[in-house]
C-alpha cells in the first residue's frame, strides 16, 4: 500500500449549518468510494472553507460517517480576488492499494471549474495572432495551470521550413516542397509537458527557433500541400486532448469548433521589443530594427496568403498584449475558459 492524498471540493448553496455539514458528507463519501479507501486506512483530514462560509465546521461530517480516529483540521482556505465561492475543499491523506494515475481526485456542483481538466474531455483552446503577440508564452502558462496540453503549430511550419533549408530547397518554390513532402516526417511529443518536435526521429526544438528558419516558415507556410498535411496532425493532437493550440489559422481552420478563441495582438514596436529580449536571453545578438523589419514581412505574408491567412475568427476575443503582462493576459484567458466550462 501506499500513501496518497487525495483532492476534492464542493460548493454550497447557503451558508447553513446544515448545508454545510450535508455537501461535506457527499463531497467525503463519494471520495472515499470512488478511491475504496476504508476507515482504518485515512491517516489524515483537512478541510478549507472559502470566507463566506462560517455556520459550522465541515470536520462535523467526517464523525457523522463514521471517521472518528483520524487527524481531521478546518482552515479558511486564502481569499483570492475573484475566487469561486461558498466553496468547501478537502484534502484526505491515506493509505491505498492503487497507482498514482489511478486516483480520483472528485470535484462536485460549481467546483468543477476549479479542475476543467478532471471534469471536462476534448476541449479546446484556439489562440491565434502574429509573431511575438505572447502566444506562446501565455498558452504554456495556461495549459500548465489547467493542466491541459499545449501545441505550438507555427513550430511545424519552421520544421517543414528546416528540412528545406538544410536540403537546399527553396522554401518559396511550391513544386519543390510538394516533391518532397512526403519525406519530411514530422513527429510531436511531450517530455513534462513540454511540446517537442521531432524532424525524421531528430528532436529539432531549438534548432527551429532562428531567424532564418522563422522567415522559412512564414513562406512554406502559403503552400497548400504543407498545411494539408500540417492540419492533420494538429487535428488528430485536438481529438482526445484537452487542449490549447496556438498558430495563425486555429480558430478559423484547425479547430473552428474551439470552446474558447482568442485573437492575441500586440503593437509591432513592442513584439520587435520582446523579440529581442528573447534572442538576447539566449546569447543571440539582435538587431532591432532588423528584427521589426522581419516581423512586418511575416506579418504581411501570414495576412495576405490565400490559404488559412491570418484573421480573428469572428468568434474570437481580442485581446492587446502592448501593455499587459503574461500573467495579466493569462488570467484574462483562464477567468473564460472556466467560465465557459459548464
Ligand atoms: O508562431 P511562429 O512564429 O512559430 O510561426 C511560424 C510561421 O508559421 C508563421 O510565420 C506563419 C506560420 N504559421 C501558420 O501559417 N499557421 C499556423 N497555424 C501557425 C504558424
Redesign the pocket.
Known amino acids: 500500500m501506499e500513501i496518497y492524498s487525495i483532492r476534492g471540493a464542493i460548493t454550497i448553496e447557503e451558508n447553513t449549518s446544515e448545508n454545510i455539514i450535508k455537501n461535506s458528507e457527499y463531497l467525503l463519501k463519494e471520495i472515499i468510494k470512488q478511491n475504496k479507501i476504508e476507515n482504518e486506512n485515512i491517516i489524515n483530514i483537512i478541510f478549507s472553507a472559502t470566507k463566506d462560509i462560517d455556520k459550522a465546521y465541515p470536520a462535523i461530517a467526517t464523525r457523522n460517517i463514521g471517521i472518528t480516529d483520524s487527524s481531521i483540521m478546518c482552515l479558511q482556505e486564502m481569499n483570492v480576488e475573484d475566487s469561486l465561492p461558498m466553496c468547501i475543499r478537502v484534502m484526505i491523506t491515506a493509505k491505498l492499494d492503487l497507482a498514482k494515475k489511478d486516483i480520483k481526485h472528485i470535484y462536485l456542483k460549481n467546483a468543477k471549474k476549479l479542475r476543467p481538466d478532471l471534469s471536462i474531455k476534448g476541449f479546446s483552446v484556439a489562440i491565434d495572432g502574429p509573431?511575438g503577440s505572447g502566444?506562446?508564452t501565455v498558452s504554456k502558462r495556461i495549459a500548465k495551470e489547467l493542466n491541459f496540453i499545449y501545441v505550438?503549430?507555427?513550430?511545424m511550419?519552421?520544421t517543414v521550413a528546416l528540412y528545406c533549408i538544410n536540403k537546399g530547397i527553396d522554401c518559396s518554390n511550391a513544386n519543390m516542397v510538394a516533391n518532397n513532402i512526403e519525406y519530411i516526417n514530422i513527429e510531436i511529443r511531450f517530455l513534462d509537458g513540454i511540446q517537442q518536435i521531432y524532424l525524421n526521429g531528430e528532436n529539432v526544438t531549438e534548432k527551429i527557433r532562428t531567424q532564418e528558419v522563422?522567415k522559412g516558415?512564414?513562406l512554406v507556410?502559403k503552400i497548400p500541400c504543407v498545411r494539408e498535411k500540417l492540419l492533420k496532425i494538429q487535428r488528430d493532437l485536438a481529438k482526445d486532448n484537452n487542449i490549447i493550440m496556438?498558430?495563425?489559422?486555429?480558430g478559423t481552420n484547425?479547430l473552428k469548433d474551439a470552446n474558447v478563441k482568442i485573437y492575441l495582438d500586440a503593437d509591432v514596436e513592442e513584439r520587435a521589443k520582446r523579440r529581442c529580449k528573447e534572442l538576447l536571453e539566449r546569447d543571440i545578438i539582435a538587431d532591432y530594427q532588423q528584427i521589426k523589419q522581419s516581423i512586418e514581412e511575416?506579418d504581411y505574408?501570414?495576412k495576405n496568403r490565400d490559404i488559412?491567412p491570418l484573421k480573428k475568427a469572428e468568434d474570437a476575443i481580442v485581446i492587446n498584449s502592448t501593455s499587459l503582462n503574461i500573467d495579466e493576459v493569462a488570467n484574462l484567458i483562464i477567468k473564460n475558459i472556466k467560465e465557459n466550462i459548464k
Do not use: L
Open positions: 509573431a502566444k506562446s505550438d503549430t507555427g513550430a511550419f519552421r522563422a516558415s512564414s507556410a496556438d498558430g495563425r489559422d486555429v484547425v511575416r505574408q501570414d488559412a
